[in-house]
Nanobody, 121 residues
Framework: QVQLVESGGGLVQPGGSLRLSCAAS????????MDWYRQAPGKQRELVAR???????YYADSVKGRSTISRDNAKNTMYLQMNGLKPEDTARYYC???????????????WGQGTQVTVSS
């Protein structure tokens, strides 16, 4: 069973920075896309950033220019560096990964439990 564990959330003042991590553990062949999503109270879960296995990235307009997604394939870990945090960034941040089970490319989605980010003075 593959597990994704997020860390790095917390309470930060507006303009501050946080670095979120998502570590994958368990047995798998490889990991394709890894995503960060977030969900604020009363709102739908939204895609924040994506990184492919090859390192290509995507950012939602709301975080573009303020955030950097990266991954360390040797450590099966993904990161999200967020700078210039705003109150509207307050949400629970979830890691999602496409876990490849075998050499045929069969994969499934795995979600982490999330880490809370609160931006407030």
């Amino acid at each position: 069973q593959v597990q994704l564990v997020e860390s790095g959330g917390g309470l930060v003042q507006p303009g501050g920075s946080l670095r979120l991590s998502c570590a994958a553990s368990g047995r798998f062949f490889s990991i394709n896309n890894m995503d960060w999503y977030r969900q604020a109270p009363g709102k739908q879960r939204e895609l924040v950033a994506r990184i492919t296995s090859g390192g290509s990235t995507y950012y939602a307009d709301s975080v573009k220019g303020r955030s950097t997604i990266s991954r360390d394939n040797a450590k099966n870990t993904m990161y999200l560096q967020m700078n210039g945090l705003k109150p509207e960034d307050t949400a629970r941040y979830y890691c999602n990964a496409k876990i490849v089970m075998d050499a045929s490319g069969n994969f499934y989605d795995r979600w982490g439990q999330g880490t809370q980010v609160t931006v407030s003075s």
